[in-house]
Each structure stands twice: as structure tokens, then as C-alpha cells.
């Protein structure tokens, strides 16, 4: 019996069922939910529905919550701050919490120093802002992006965004000057090679892009995920990070890092590119920054950081007061109980447990990650590759009639994706491995794979 999942209701439970329909009579049709539950409460890695059911969560608000939900220490944070004030907009009347979180976290980032922050509120707008940065300082007006990445649902970082549905279809025209190159995503090369023997040459793209499409000197920046979140959690080798950060910096092109799943120690590293000794010239943060409160970071080299002037870039909620002090808990409290630490030593577990199930699951074609983002892509023929995209729907449900919530990405819908807090506990995350490895049997078991 597990020890820390309680599902006592089919799913979703009478409260949950009734509170589902209003949201399906009130709010937009396109904020369709995954987990056919209504949250009442969550702790740690544990969330409860109104109903009385505990899931362990492998979402993690998306990859917001590395130190877990409801964290004491934030929260007490964050009614002491509700008590003083709530906004003024920095520019107008400043408060200390946003420039001691700029000083904190200038000393974090890995870019050459000396460096700068500007603060706004979601993924998408430290996006759209380090895009008018880059430009802006470069004086250039192109951007290169990789193929399936994922830099937000604004114009900007849509046009910045590969994958077309549900992301872009039929909201073009997008940004213009936008030029892609194929990402290290070795379980399907676009290269047809294999790693190591292929001496990475699918980095040496970016070269035959400036050579063939965009010349450097009209190329403002290269825009990075370290591993790619929505595309599949495609983690590429260690040394192709570096190599596409060695061929911006022969060809004079600023490169910005997207840190924005993958940061606050997510990867086993405070920061994701830690891993290939890389230093950007930019570094766009948000999700964990300040565990759920909206606020998002573009870091870099200080004289990039002030190529704009007076007003060219903020807002009215940019830096917000609530989310600084959440985000210097967080900070806090990374450091003080090691939470990239714990996040290697459990995902390397995580990662191990998921490669022994791809030797009894034949619907697991690929079990890859890096720190605590880890994923296992589902394939109808492990020769073919095709791939299983109803099957992990299936898996996702089966999952979470258990009590253990994953979430699913990939450019195909076919990678079942975890992004557990870095605070749950060895025995939640066992528990949680161990429910989806009796779920996907199922699906085996129903779709007829034979193990």
C-alpha cells in the first residue's frame, strides 16, 4: 500500500467533478487541465484535492516549485510583506528587497562579471526584454533560436518557440528575422549520427547558418535552453553547450542562455550551463525564482544590461515587492540545504530506476535527464521510433488515478516528463517511481505491448 498517495475517490471526486464543470462553464475552453483534481492544499512534494485525495507531485507548478509548496519560510516571508505593502512600482518609489535581490543574485549567475539584473513578471516578458537588449546594445536585428525550443507565448518568444501546435498555429505573422538550427537531440539526431563517434556536428550548424543564412554582423544574439523543457527534455552533451558558446564568441554574437526551467539548482547547478563551464552574455530566469510568485530575471554583463536607456524597458508590476522577498527565501534556502546537491544525488537515482524499467517496458524507447528533469520518451516500436503520444496520455491517467501526477511534453506528445520539488524526500520519490511503473505495465498490458 503507498505509504504517502491516497486516491479514496475516482477521479475526478464529487467536489473536484462539480468544482471542473463551473471551470468548464466560466473559463476559457483553451486552460484545459491535466490533473482532473481541484487542489485544497499542498506540502513539500504533496499536493491534497478538495475531496481528501494526496498525490505525490511530479509537476512541481511546472518546474516553479523546486523548494516545494507552501515552504515556511517563504510563506512567513510573505505575510510579513502583505502586512507592510503590496506595490508602488520600483521606478516610481523603490524598495530595498528588489536591489538586495539584484545583489544576491548577480553573484549567482554565471556571467562574466561585473553584471546587472532588470526584473519583470513572467518567462515570456524576461524573454521578450533580453531579445530588446541584445538588440539594442548589438545594434543588429536577427535572433537565432534552435529547433524544438520553448521561450514563451508572447509575439517575441513565440516567434523565438518551435513547436507549432498548439504553441503558434494560427497566430502568425510572427516576429521576422528569426532563423533556427537543429538542437543536440541525440535519441533523434538530425544528423543521423551517433554520439560520441559524431564529434557533435550538429553545433557546427550555428557556423553554416552565419555562413549560408544570416551573416553574424547582423546577428544580435543566439537564444539557448541548456536542456530543453517543452521540446522533450532533450539534454544534450556537456560539450555542445560549449561549443555553441565558443562559435558566438568567434563570430562576435552575444549568447543568452534560457534558464528559465532549468535554473535555481534544477539540474544538480544553480544554473543548467554551470555544466559546460559556459558564461553567457545573458541569462533569462523566472518559474523557481521565487517559488510560485510571478517574477522573472534577465542577468548579464553590465554594459549589455545598460545598452537601453531611461524606460526602454520595465512596467508597472516588473520586480514586484512580494515576489523579491519569496525569491531571496528561495535563494536562502537553496543554499543553506543544498538543493542542487540533492537534486543530483536524487536524480541520478531517478534516472537509474527509470533506465532499469526501460529494460522491462518496451513502450520506453529513451530515459534521459539531468539533475531532477528527467524524462522517459514512450515509442510504439523501439526500432521505428514512432511515436507512443495516445499511450503517454494513457500513462499520464493511469499515473494519477494512483496518487503521482507527471506532466507530458515533446514536439510529438510522446515524453513523460517529471519535475519534482527538490525537497521531496527519497521515499515520496520511490513511491512515485514505483506508481508510474505499475501504470505503464497497464498501458502495455491494454495496448497489447508485450514486455
Given at each position: 500500500m503507498p505509504k504517502y498517495a491516497k486516491v479514496l475517490t475516482a477521479l475526478p471526486g464529487p467536489k473536484s467533478k462539480e468544482a471542473l464543470e463551473r471551470a468548464d462553464r466560466y473559463v476559457a475552453s483553451a486552460f484545459k487541465v491535466l490533473a482532473p483534481v481541484m487542489i485544497d492544499h499542498g506540502e513539500g512534494a504533496l499536493v491534497t484535492d478538495i475531496d481528501g485525495n494526496t498525490y505525490i507531485d511530479f509537476t512541481g507548478g511546472i518546474g516553479a516549485l523546486n523548494v516545494g509548496h507552501h515552504h515556511p519560510q517563504v510563506t512567513k516571508a510573505l505575510h510579513e510583506q502583505i502586512d507592510r505593502f503590496l506595490h508602488t512600482d520600483f521606478t516610481v518609489i523603490p524598495y530595498e528587497s528588489l536591489v538586495e535581490l539584484a545583489e544576491?543574485?548577480?553573484?549567482?549567475?554565471?556571467?562574466?562579471?561585473?553584471?546587472?539584473?532588470?526584473?519583470?513578471?513572467?518567462?515570456?516578458?524576461?524573454?521578450?526584454?533580453?531579445?530588446?537588449?541584445?538588440?539594442?546594445?548589438?545594434?543588429?536585428?536577427?535572433?537565432?533560436?534552435?529547433?524544438?525550443?520553448?521561450?514563451?507565448?508572447?509575439?517575441?518568444a513565440m516567434s523565438l518557440t518551435s513547436k507549432s501546435k498548439p504553441y503558434k498555429q494560427g497566430f502568425g505573422p510572427f516576429a521576422p528575422e528569426v532563423y533556427r538550427v537543429p538542437y543536440a537531440y541525440c535519441y533523434r539526431c538530425p544528423l543521423k549520427s551517433n554520439y560520441p563517434e559524431c564529434g557533435i556536428g550538429c553545433a557546427d550548424l550555428l557556423q553554416r547558418t552565419f555562413d549560408l543564412f544570416i551573416p553574424a554582423e547582423d546577428t544580435a544574439a543566439v537564444i539557448i535552453e541548456a536542456v530543453q523543457g517543452e521540446g522533450g527534455f532533450v539534454v544534450p552533451p556537456v560539450e555542445y553547450i560549449s561549443r555553441i558558446a565558443e562559435i558566438c564568441r568567434k563570430n562576435g554574437v552575444l549568447l543568452i542562455m534560457d534558464e528559465i526551467q532549468t535554473g535555481f539548482g534544477r539540474t544538480g547547478r544553480m544554473f543548467a550551463c554551470e555544466h559546460s563551464n559556459v558564461k553567457p552574455d545573458i541569462v533569462t530566469m523566472a518559474k523557481s525564482i521565487a517559488a510560485g510568485i510571478p517574477l522573472s530575471a534577465?542577468?548579464?554583463?553590465?554594459?549589455?544590461?545598460?545598452?537601453?536607456?531611461?524606460?526602454?524597458?520595465?512596467?508597472?508590476?516588473?520586480?514586484?515587492?512580494?515576489?523579491?522577498?519569496?525569491?531571496?527565501?528561495?535563494?536562502d534556502i537553496i543554499e543553506k540545504d543544498n538543493l542542487p546537491g540533492k537534486a543530483d544525488r536524487l536524480g541520478s537515482h531517478m534516472?537509474?530506476?527509470?533506465?532499469?524499467?526501460?529494460?522491462?517496458?518496451?513502450?520506453?524507447?529513451?530515459?534521459?535527464?539531468?539533475?531532477?528533469?528527467?524524462?522517459?520518451?514512450?515509442?510504439?516500436?523501439?526500432?521505428?521510433?514512432?511515436?507512443?503520444?495516445?499511450?503517454?496520455?494513457?500513462?499520464?491517467?493511469r499515473s494519477m488515478r494512483k496518487g503521482v501526477i507527471p506532466l507530458k511534453c515533446g514536439l510529438y506528445g510522446n515524453v513523460v516528463r517529471m519535475l519534482a520539488s527538490l525537497v521531496i524526500t527519497d521515499d515520496q520519490l520511490n513511491e512515485g517511481l514505483d506508481l508510474l511503473d505499475q501504470a505503464i505495465g497497464e498501458v502495455e498490458k491494454e495496448t497489447g505491448m508485450k514486455s
Open positions: 544576491k543574485l548577480v553573484k549567482k549567475v554565471p556571467v562574466e562579471q561585473p553584471v546587472k539584473c532588470a526584473f519583470f513578471n513572467s518567462g515570456a516578458e524576461a524573454v521578450e526584454n533580453a531579445v530588446k537588449i541584445a538588440k539594442v546594445y548589438s545594434k543588429r536585428h536577427a535572433m537565432i533560436a534552435f529547433e524544438g525550443a520553448f521561450h514563451g507565448r508572447t509575439l517575441m534577465v542577468a548579464g554583463r553590465a554594459e549589455v544590461m545598460d545598452g537601453p536607456g531611461d524606460s526602454r524597458i520595465g512596467g508597472t508590476y516588473v520586480g514586484n515587492p512580494v515576489g523579491c522577498v519569496a525569491a531571496l527565501q528561495v535563494l534516472l537509474a530506476r527509470l533506465k532499469e524499467m526501460k529494460e522491462r517496458h518496451p513502450l520506453i524507447g529513451d530515459a534521459r535527464g539531468r539533475g531532477l528533469m528527467v524524462a522517459i520518451e514512450l515509442v510504439k516500436d523501439r526500432k521505428t521510433k514512432e511515436p507512443a503520444a495516445k499511450e503517454a496520455s494513457m500513462v499520464l491517467m
